[in-house]
């Protein structure tokens, strides 16, 4: 079986199955990527058929023809059948004579020819592997018979290097396999069932490669197969890729390999050093060019770099150790302004324990100025050199490779910990590391246990990191919806505080005060700490700025719902966290500033914060997060009756969760405003109450605070409605105890609409919310509220009064681009005796001169910014101007403007 390449296995089964008719196929790839075996899968599928096979070999790339000549020698003694000419060219090109330019053309009629008399007797497959290394000659002969196949019952599957092309022949580039496939290979080859972080960290050092991750599974130690050490640094030098690389450099000339050596031990790619390297060692950076020829390097005014991704540490691997030495020195002695990387080069030729050396690299690795996967590097090494502080710089390499978004190494490199370390500090910010990576890759009540054991084991000598440990917990039993569990991280928290402490470890104290009075409802207590969580925020500086501190002032914002202090923090995290390097951090800075949008009113900032942190999150293994993010986008797509988008989101977040976890809740959610959107109103209710169980301190209080004003409308259909009117009143208590007009404009909204239709009590409450509603952010909200009160007077049978609120409702849906909302006020308009649809008239008759400009310009996909720039309007008259236009055209989104006007 041929793991990820099944794409390419159905169309040789396609080319070979083919009733009548050939053709041919081309495979392009690297070496290593499978394309010898699909010449094998070939032959293996080409029953019925008689089969030429031939490689093109390196050493005879300098004698024309000797190609051609071993593939085509089985059937030679049929080239009697073809016209006389043609006979004695190609008997004249096989044994040697070559063959002149003017009669090439006859030389491949000649081949054609051959192939198609031995085809007669039965279907032929021809096979030619590594064509781009054998002789040119042959090459082109074998293309020209390519391209004319069709009438004939001949197939042939060519295989070359990933730069080489051949026009008119169907061709399929092999690229690197998938994480999924990757540790299929290896579980294929490797014996038992390694853990986990073993194949994550084989997939990722296999780069894709098949021939790289058999050659990992066959090289690997017992030890190193169980994650008791740790697994190699590259593919074996004496594997199959091994070897075809060092055929393929020892092709080159010894000043090519030996500047190509040190570009690739240049991992920074300074154009600068690696020319003085050159000149250091006696030639130029030209020696380069055959290299580049060779596909191996590409050179460029800013480096050279390796376009396969395994060629730069094949090149280091395949090197003799005394020339990596010498290289390694060299290039260490050019490293004067480098300190790192001068320090990772003499490391490299360290022969035994260097406590100076380690002392040197744990410092110049220091903050990641290098990039936190070599600073992890740096510290792996230090370990080796120092046994003695082997432990804690383990615990450090971990650290720096989770903040490079690489949780398998970083658990690999914590497995590598002794049992019980000596030093309880140590094992402290281990057991740290171990949670928060449960927390965003793993199981959360792990996380728990794990962070509570390091808050305990750092309390007495570092205070920061035992109250950050203590609300990394508390995340955890939000996550997994045991608030309960909250009270006791805060008395924890309220042990370890001091009045004099800094600035950052105040704010995660003051955090968790918060958070846990929030919690249990005491918003007297909760909204001074939070709002003091935010000033502080807002405070740090130096090494006290961090995305971690500003994402725990973010959190407080959120609770006290100051959204634009909320989302300044956040952004400023996601800022601050890409400018680091820190990927270990984005996906949570990113669903923190999705939630702040969400409050904002900003539904399309909201949806490209979580698809940014889905994929980051993605990308580095963090399950959990993933999981938040794709809740998130199922919740945004639900709000805006998006129901395909919603339950694709949802089921990629499958039945993994937890029921009573954040995702889950997110899901049940989205599914409640589903169930809204389409009228169950049973269902809805029931769905959305199930969030969280009041009084219980269990499921997601949070969420499904979030999630009330659509209980409410949901419950307001119903004869009785107790889970409503609880989960309203804890978002009474809550929304009161802020000064955000939105909270309290939603609230009054939910009990406009629990109160008696008609009554003054569900007209008052909606003309509250409508004043409530801030002028310049939540439309979306307001248009709901518009909606709903504008139903309500109809109902109420006052069609005139209801009028206009769905109109305001109607257009502002539009200009949102919520169809199914603009098409619900359509709706309810008609009901109320107002005739809306698409005019009848061209769209340039309905429009001024002006609004007809704005008009094309937005169907031509300008956005209104855009469009304001070009016309030299404020923004603000642009968004005046479209809704002036949707509404005289009838018209709801932007695509069926773009229709009206084509």
């Given at each position: ?10 169309e040789?089964?396609r ?24 010449v ?6 080409a ?5 030429l096979?031939?490689?093109?070999l390196?050493d ?8 051609l ?16 000419q ?28 051959l ?9 032929l ?12 000659p ?23 290097g990933?730069?080489t092309?051949?026009?008119?022949i169907p ?18 080859r ?29 090289a ?5 197969c ?16 091994g ?11 010894p ?22 390297a ?28 390796f ?17 990596r030495r ?6 260490a002695?050019?490293?004067?302004g ?8 003499l ?10 050396l ?8 220091a ?11 740096a ?8 046994p ?16 490079a978004?690489?949780?398998d190494?970083?658990r ?7 049992a019980?370390?000596?030093d309880p ?5 281990a ?16 996380a728990?246990t ?14 920061a990191?035992?109250l ?8 955890a039993?939000?996550?997994?919806g ?11 928290a ?17 955090l968790?005060?918060?958070v846990?009075?929030?919690l ?9 700490a939070?709002r ?25 914002g ?12 956040a ?29 904002l ?9 979580s ?14 997060s ?13 709000v ?12 990629e ?48 209080v ?7 004003p659509?209980?409410?409308?949901a419950?307001?259909h119903?004869?009785?409605h107790?889970a ?8 009474d ?28 009590a569900?007209?008052?409450g ?6 409530l ?8 909200e307001r248009?709901?509220t ?7 007077l109809?109902r109420?049978r006052?069609p005139?009064d ?14 949102l ?28 008759h ?23 720039a ?26 069926e403007?773009a229709?009206?006007l084509?």
């Open positions: 079986m041929l793991r990820g390449r099944d794409d390419e296995c159905r040789i089964r080319l070979l199955d083919a009733p009548t008719g050939g053709g041919a196929l081309l495979f392009q790839g690297e070496p290593g990527s499978g394309r010898t075996a699909l094998t899968y070939a032959h293996r599928h029953a019925g058929r008689t089969v096979a031939g490689t093109g390196a005879e790339a300098a004698l024309p023809y000797a190609g000549q071993r593939l085509l020698d089985p059937v030679l003694d049929r080239a009697g059948t073809l016209p006389e043609q006979q004695n060219v190609l008997r004249r090109a096989l044994t040697g004579g070559g063959c002149p330019a003017c009669h090439r053309l006859a030389l491949s009629m000649a081949v054609l020819g192939l198609a008399v031995t085809a007669r007797e039965r279907p497959l021809c096979t030619m592997d590594d064509v781009d290394q054998g002789d040119r042959t090459a082109e002969v074998l293309a020209f018979v390519a391209r004319r196949l069709r009438d004939l019952p001949v197939a042939v599957v060519l295989t070359t990933a730069d092309t051949a026009g008119g061709s399929h580039r092999l690229g690197p396999l998938g994480p999924a496939d990757s540790r299929a290979v290896l579980a294929d490797l014996p038992g069932r390694p853990p986990e972080p073993v194949t994550t960290a084989l997939a990722a050092l296999g780069g894709g490669n098949p021939q790289a991750l058999v050659d990992l599974a066959g690997l130690t017992p030890g190193q169980r994650g008791e050490e740790p697994p190699p640094a590259a593919p074996p030098p004496d594997g199959g890729l070897r075809a690389y060092r055929t393929r450099l020892d092709r080159l000339p000043d090519t390999r030996r500047v190509l050596l040190l570009a690739a031990l240049d991992e920074d790619g300074d154009p600068a050093t690696l020319t003085r050159a000149r250091a060692a006696g030639t130029t950076v030209d020696a380069l060019a055959p290299a580049e020829a060779a596909g191996l390097v590409r050179v460029g005014p800013h480096g050279v770099t376009p396969q991704p395994l060629a730069r540490s094949m090149v280091v691997a395949t090197a003799p150790l005394a020339q010498a290289a390694h020195l060299l290039l002695d050019l490293c004067a480098r300190r790192l990387r001068r320090a990772l080069h490391a490299a030729v360290a022969a035994g324990p260097d406590p100076v380690a002392a040197e690299l744990e410092e110049a690795a903050g990641g100025e290098d990039g936190w996967a070599t600073a992890s590097a510290l792996r090494r230090a370990a080796d050199l120092d003695a502080h082997a432990a804690a710089r383990l615990v450090t390499a971990a650290r720096y490779a989770w903040a978004g690489r949780p190494e970083a690999l490199l914590l497995d590598a910990l002794p019980e370390p000596a500090a140590v094992a402290g910010r057991d740290l590391l171990r949670g928060e990576l449960e927390l965003r890759c793993g199981a959360p009540p792990a728990l794990a962070l509570l054991a390091g808050a305990e084991a750092l309390a007495g000598t570092d205070r990191a035992a950050g440990a203590l609300a990394r917990a508390g995340e039993a939000c996550f997994s045991d608030q309960y569990r909250y009270a006791d991280l805060a008395r924890r309220q042990r370890l505080r001091r009045p004099d402490d800094p600035p950052a470890t105040e704010l995660t104290a003051a968790v005060t918060g846990a009075a929030t249990r409802a005491d918003h007297e207590r909760a909204g001074p939070l003091r969580a935010v000033v502080l925020g807002d405070r740090l500086a130096g090494a006290e700025l961090t995305p971690t501190a500003l994402c725990s002032a973010a959190v407080a959120l609770l006290v719902a100051v959204d634009s202090a909320a989302h300044r923090l952004d400023r995290a996601v800022a601050l966290a890409r400018t680091r390097g820190e990927l270990s951090v984005l996906p949570r800075a990113l669903d923190l500033r999705a939630v702040a949008e969400y409050w009113g900003r539904h399309e900032a909201a949806t490209e914060s698809r940014e942190g889905l994929r980051i999150a993605r990308a580095t293994g963090q399950a959990n993933v999981a938040v993010h794709l809740g998130m986008l199922a919740v945004l797509a639900a805006r009756a998006d129901r395909d988008t919603s339950l694709r989101r949802i089921a977040i499958g039945e993994a969760p937890a029921p009573g976890s954040r995702p889950h809740a997110l899901a049940q959610w989205a599914l409640g405003v589903l169930d809204l959107v389409d009228g169950r109103h049973d269902d809805a209710a029931a769905r959305l109450a199930s969030l969280a169980r009041t009084g219980t301190g269990r499921g997601q949070l969420v499904q605070v979030m999630a009330t659509y209980l409410v409308e419950a307001a119903l004869t009785h107790p409503a009117s609880a989960a309203l009143a804890v978002f208590r809550w929304a009161s105890s802020t000064a955000s007009p939105s909270r309290r404009a939603l609230s009054a909204r939910c009990h406009a609409l629990l109160a008696p239709r008609g009554s003054d569900a007209e008052q909606f003309r509250t919310a409508l004043r509603h801030p002028a310049d952010a939540g439309t979306f248009a709901r518009e909606l709903l009160f504008g139903l309500e109809r109420s006052r005139r209801a009028r206009a609120h769905l109109h305001r409702a109607r257009e502002a849906f539009t200009l681009g919520a169809g199914t909302w603009a098409e619900q006020a359509t709706a309810e308009l008609r009901a109320a005796g107002e005739s809306v649809g698409p005019p009848e008239r061209e769209a340039a309905l429009l001024t001169g002006q609004q007809l400009r704005i008009a094309q310009l937005v169907a031509q996909g300008a956005t209104n910014r855009e469009v304001a070009r016309m030299f309007l404020s923004t603000r008259t642009v968004d005046h101007h479209l809704r002036n236009i949707f509404h005289r055209l009838g018209v709801r989104s932007r695509i403007l229709r009206v084509s």
